[in-house]
């Protein structure tokens, strides 16, 4: 095949075959990657020609296309909707020679008979649920959270939905509207040096480790187990104390631990919340329990075990004999991972609900990552769904000048029509069960993403159309079911437009301290920040303020050698103190108004009637005095929701994730300081009478 056909048919299947970096530079795909990507595109399942897809998204009140379908001139059509109304009708042709559906006034999911075929019609409102409705109107304010990292008496380690629920109440009675969490997706039970929240084995079910098991079970039931386990108290403890997580041996307990939970107390007569539980979740959470029963059973053969791709073959598709027989053998270790699911389910329904009885008129904001493992349980039980073969990342850019390999997988767009968006929308409803908010990692992948042949770098990849119209639709219809607002991570490079695009159905953006500036590279003052994104100082992938401000960030990239080689010491901190006088002179109008607010003055910063025009000094006590002023400048912004991460409201160095490592950096490790009433703390009741404050300034 020569270029141009192979061009030519790749452009047919989504991908591009060129592509602008973030400084404009045009760069072509080359033959070899779009080979390889073909191979992984045309392998998956798509919709074959003139036929009614099984799946169409329309929008109140605009007539529906039925794309290819071509069997009548006009069509009868029966349309049962959800709410028990029959509308009849036909078809009719638009000017693009289309057959349409009228304009529909019910939003949902509704039954589509026509001319023989048989089709669910997805209405979806205009737009997702808005800010304005989930507050009526006011100008709302949040934390954001690491579940993990949070602390709670006897946690063995590791931050549970209990600790989240603890949280979630001390928030809503300091006035929070909303609490945004950590992605809390299912990990791999077998493989606990795995850990990070965005690499999950599935998006359809839950992180077990962070099942809070006082939620069902007493603490004598509890010390019960682990005496009869031989647990010493002083193991526990350690890990406990311990300044970051130990996961695999905090992970061991934990699992030991509930495992004899399960065979003590579960396992001889399972309680009927559990039974229903685990029959309304049907046979997707039967095959989660399935593979991580086949999954531990193979890691312990050797490190070949954790890819099911290479398992003996019998066992590489759910729907074998020998994986049926497994799991009628195994049934103890498949109902332990049910009830794994069950509890964690639990939990979180309770911390959900702790947000919402503590006054918060949004809630927990859930966290739904950009991908999937593709050794995990959700490529292996639905393999048609994913592009198996290709990982997903991004290109080149000045952050990542090699780009990035997430490691990740993606749906399939071909499968997504075939299979009526089934997958997106099992993984969204997923997501957003118990939640009031969710936000989207890499949201431009409703759009496009950057997907990379196996074995390739990053650089080798293209990108690949992904159809955003019915995505964007089919989010703002969940969104509405779910009462639940949205956000859309969209840090990086976004394509002309895209932004517009999620404007106009009220997915809202992420307005981030550092990024906040003009086109003279100046930080924006806060009534210039855009009203359709969320206000924030930082993200678990930045540098918190206090380590921002004092270089803590600049020193783990020395060390780590993720400068660039050409650059000198001297230079990175001579344009850190340059960015700090700069931030400074739109922080210093909050640091005054602090300074007034407060009643009495912070240790950093004596009470004066203005602060220097001088940035304070890049010492722990000038960090906590700038801490203290993004704290009420980020409550001051336009945006309509300000967000402040319990880092920079604790005063933390330390961010929890330092992107381009993968060891060297404590990554998704580290803990909060010890004591259940984190928010009672004078620093940081502090800031939030300063973003309390920022949210009320006119």
Same mark, same amino acid.
């Given at each position: 095949m020569d270029d141009g056909a192979l061009r030519s048919r790749a452009r047919r299947a989504g991908l591009?075959?060129?592509?602008?970096?973030?400084?404009?530079?045009?760069?072509? &795909?080359?033959?070899?990657?779009?080979?390889?990507?073909?191979?992984?595109?045309?392998?998956?399942?798509?919709?074959?020609?003139?036929?009614?897809?099984?799946?169409?998204?329309?929008?109140?009140?605009?007539?529906?296309?039925?794309?290819?379908f071509t069997r009548a001139e006009h069509p009868a059509y029966t349309i049962k909707c959800e709410d028990g109304t029959i509308l009849t009708g036909r078809a009719r042709r638009g000017r693009d020679g289309a057959l349409t559906l009228p304009a529909i006034r019910q939003v949902g999911y509704h039954a589509l008979d026509i001319a023989g075929a048989h089709a669910t019609l997805a209405i979806a409102p205009s737009a997702c649920r808005t800010l304005a409705e989930a507050t009526h109107g006011g100008r709302a304010w949040g934390l954001a959270a690491q579940i993990y990292g949070l602390r709670a008496r006897h946690d063995g380690g590791i931050g549970h939905f209990g600790a989240l629920a603890d949280l979630a109440r001390q928030a809503g009675q300091a006035g929070a509207d909303a609490l945004a969490v950590s992605p809390v997706h299912a990990m791999f039970t077998a493989r606990p040096d795995q850990y990070s929240p965005y690499s999950p084995s599935s998006r359809l079910f839950l992180n077990v480790l962070l099942a809070d098991m006082r939620c069902w079970f007493t603490a004598h039931d509890i010390g019960q187990v682990l005496r009869r386990l031989h647990v010493a108290p002083s193991a526990v403890l350690a890990l406990e104390n311990a300044p970051l997580i130990d996961w695999p041996q905090a992970s061991a307990l934990r699992l030991? &631990?509930?495992?004899?939970?399960?065979?003590?107390?579960?396992?001889?007569?399972?309680?009927?919340?559990?039974?229903?539980?685990?029959?309304?979740?049907?046979?997707?959470?039967?095959?989660?329990?399935?593979?991580?029963?086949?999954?531990?059973?193979?890691?312990?053969?050797?490190?070949?075990?954790?890819?099911?791709?290479i398992w003996p073959t019998a066992l590489r598709n759910p729907g074998n004999p020998?994986?049926?027989?497994?799991?009628?053998?195994?049934?103890?270790?498949?109902?332990?991972?049910l009830f794994l699911q069950w509890l964690a389910a639990r939990s979180l329904d309770h911390a959900g609900a702790a947000a919402r009885q503590a006054g918060m008129r949004i809630g927990l904001i859930a966290d739904?990552?950009?991908?999937?493992?593709?050794?995990g349980s959700q490529c292996w039980s639905d393999q048609d769904d994913f592009l198996i073969g290709a990982s997903v990342g991004a290109p080149p850019d000045p952050l990542g000048p090699l780009g990035q390999n997430w490691g990740l997988t993606t749906f399939s767009p071909g499968a997504l029509r075939t299979h009526g968006y089934r997958a997106f929308i099992d993984t969204l409803r997923a997501t957003l069960a118990r939640q009031g908010g969710v936000r989207i990692d890499h949201v431009m992948g409703l759009e496009r993403l950057w997907i990379i042949p196996e074995g390739a770098s990053a650089t080798d990849g293209a990108y690949l159309a992904f159809p955003r119209q019915d995505l964007m639709r089919l989010v703002a219809l969940e969104s509405a079911r779910h009462g639940a607002i949205v956000i859309g991570e969209d840090l990086g490079t976004v394509s002309p437009g895209f932004r517009g695009h999620a404007a106009r159905r009220a997915i809202l953006g992420m307005n981030v301290l550092w990024f906040q500036r003009g086109a003279d590279g100046a930080f924006l003052p806060p009534e210039k920040w855009g009203r359709n994104a969320v206000a924030m100082t930082t993200t678990h992938d930045l540098p918190t303020v206090a380590g921002w401000w004092q270089g803590t960030d600049i020193a783990w990239r020395r060390a780590l050698r993720q400068l660039p080689r050409d650059t000198r010491a001297d230079d990175v901190q001579a344009a850190r103190a340059r960015d700090r006088a700069a931030l400074w002179t739109v922080l210093r109008p909050a640091a005054a108004a602090a300074d007034r607010s407060s009643a009495q003055p912070s240790a950093a910063q004596p009470s004066a009637a203005q602060p220097s025009a001088d940035p304070p000094p890049a010492t722990p006590d000038g960090a906590?005095?700038?801490?203290?002023?993004?704290?009420?400048?980020?409550?001051?912004?336009?945006?309509?929701?300000?967000?402040?991460?319990?880092?920079?409201?604790?005063?933390?160095?330390?961010?929890?994730?330092?992107?381009?490592?993968?060891?060297?950096?404590?990554?998704?490790?580290?803990?909060?300081?010890?004591?259940?009433?984190?928010?009672?703390?004078?620093?940081?009741?502090?800031?939030?009478?300063?973003?309390?404050?920022?949210?009320?300034?006119?």
């Open positions: 591009s075959t060129s592509w602008r970096d973030a400084g404009g530079t045009l760069h072509r &795909v080359g033959a070899d990657s779009l080979r390889s990507l073909l191979r992984v595109l045309e392998g998956s399942a798509d919709m074959p020609p003139h036929a009614l897809p099984p799946l169409l998204v329309g929008q109140v009140g605009q007539a529906t296309r039925l794309p290819g030991q &631990v509930l495992r004899g939970l399960y065979d003590d107390y579960i396992r001889p007569a399972p309680p009927a919340e559990m039974t229903d539980f685990v029959a309304a979740q049907g046979r997707k959470l039967h095959l989660h329990a399935v593979f991580e029963t086949i999954h531990a059973q193979q890691v312990r053969r050797g490190p070949r075990g954790g890819n099911w791709r020998e994986v049926a027989r497994i799991a009628a053998e195994r049934r103890n270790d498949v109902g332990f991972h739904l990552a950009v991908g999937t493992d593709p050794t906590a005095m700038v801490t203290d002023a993004a704290s009420r400048f980020v409550g001051a912004t336009a945006s309509p929701l300000a967000i402040l991460p319990l880092e920079d409201l604790l005063g933390l160095s330390e961010q929890p994730n330092l992107p381009g490592t993968v060891s060297g950096h404590p990554n998704w490790q580290r803990r909060y300081p010890a004591g259940r009433d984190l928010l009672a703390g004078p620093d940081a009741a502090r800031r939030l009478a300063l973003l309390r404050d920022g949210r009320q300034a006119p």
